[in-house]
Nanobody
Framework: QVQLVESGGGSVQAGGSLRLSCAAS????????MGWFRHAPGKEREGVAG???????SYADSVKGRFTISKDYAKDTLYLQMNNLKPEDTAMYYC?????????????????????WGQGTQVTVSS
């Protein structure tokens, strides 16, 4: 079965950086499109970034220019590099995967697109 395990979350000051990791097992990341989502208290889970099997990427408007999604196929690991963090970025961050080849921007940031989910890692940004 497919398993996704997030790590790298923590508490940082506004303007700081974090790199989240999502280790995949039970499949090859080369055969998956993947994404990052976040869920803050009082808000719905929202898409942050996605990357398909052609390495095309999509980002939410709120993180464009600050976050970068990437995959290391040799390590079967998905990354989210987060720079210039803001208090509004505070949330539980989840990685997700789906075997589809390609995704539109709407699909990449849509919860219903993905079949597999990790348990999340907490990111807290203070001002």
């Amino acid at each position: 079965q497919v398993q996704l395990v997030e790590s790298g979350g923590g508490s940082v000051q506004a303007g700081g950086s974090l790199r989240l990791s999502c280790a995949a097992s039970g499949y090859s990341s080369r055969r998956m499109s993947m994404g990052w989502f976040r869920h803050a208290p009082g808000k719905e889970r929202e898409g942050v970034a996605g990357i398909d099997r052609y390495s095309s990427t999509s980002y939410a408007d709120s993180v464009k220019g600050r976050f970068t999604i990437s995959k290391d196929y040799a390590k079967d690991t998905l990354y989210l590099q987060m720079n210039n963090l803001k208090p509004e970025d505070t949330a539980m961050y989840y990685c997700a995967a789906d075997p589809r080849w390609t995704m539109t921007a709407i699909q990449a940031l849509g919860v219903t697109t993905y079949n597999y989910w990790g348990q999340g890692t907490q990111v807290t940004v203070s001002s």
